[in-house]
T-cell receptor, first 113, second 116 residues
Framework: GAVVSQHPSWVICKSGTSVKIECRSL??????MFWYRQFPKQSLMLMAT?????????EQGVEKDKFLINHASLTLSTLTVTSAHPEDSSFYIC?????????FGQGTRLTVV | GDSVTQMEGPVTLSEEAFLTINCTYT??????LFWYVQYPGEGLQLLLK?????DKGSNKGFEATYRKETTSFHLEKGSVQVSDSAVYFC???????????????FGTGTRLKVLA
């Protein structure tokens, strides 16, 4: 099946710094990608929908100035967590759709210390 | 709104035991239902799906039947292996209004540990 690659898998950063997470569709073009967040023992929550060439659509309660999304090409979407704080520590995972099927990246475990 | 509820884990079984992970849903439309599996250190992978009532999804010995009357999509496997140890997520996909957009709702995940 189609492959979505997410990088990095793990990241530890200091409070106040910014972290960029990349999501690539390796063998197909994705005009739309999705970013999810998962807290321990909770379900995946959709943060935003990333649209190639236009602004991302954020879910209610998600700070767009804190979670910057860029979808500059048909195969790459990036999520930047700006001025990270310990409460941003979480598992972030991207998803791309090909036809009617969804493919997930490997996820990124972010720990802010 | 739409929601997915699945049994809390962890579930610990011996090899060759029978597995059931319960999943129930609420939806306003006619959703498609999925089971995803997440192996340690990896992303989510589609395990199986069903798109309409009474459909049975199956893959790698796992099965789940779309039961509209009980709004359930329980995951079963007759004989688990150590390699099945992973986190299993139940999910639904439903169309948003009349647009071409689909939303995905996930359960909280159930960790399965199979002992040799």
């Amino acid at each position: 099946g189609a492959v979505v690659s997410q990088h990095p898998s793990w990241v530890i950063c200091k409070s106040g710094t910014s972290v960029k997470i990349e999501c690539r569709s390796l063998d197909f073009q994705a005009t739309t990608m999705f970013w999810y967040r998962q807290f321990p023992k909770q379900s995946l929550m959709l943060m935003a929908t990333s649209n190639e060439g236009s602004k991302a659509t954020y879910e209610q309660g998600v700070e767009k100035d804190k979670f910057l999304i860029n979808h500059a090409s048909l195969t790459l979407s990036t999520l930047t967590v700006t001025s990270a704080h310990p409460e941003d520590s979480s598992f972030y995972i991207c998803k791309a759709r090909l036809n009617t099927e969804a493919f997930f990246g490997q996820g990124t475990r972010l720990t802010v210390v | 709104g739409d929601s997915v509820t699945q049994m809390e884990g962890p579930v610990t079984l011996s090899e060759e035991a029978f597995l059931t992970i319960n999943c129930t849903y609420t939806a306003t439309g006619y959703p498609s239902l999925f089971w995803y599996v997440q192996y340690p250190g990896e992303g989510l992978q589609l395990l199986l799906k069903a798109t309409k009532a009474d459909d049975k999804g199956s893959n790698k010995g796992f099965e789940a039947t779309y039961r509209k009357e009980t709004t359930s999509f329980h995951l079963e496997k007759g004989s688990v292996q150590v390699s099945d140890s992973a986190v299993y997520f139940c999910a639904l996909s439903d169309r948003v209004g009349t647009s071409g957009t689909y939303k995905y709702i996930f359960g909280t995940g159930t960790r399965l540990k199979v002992l040799a």
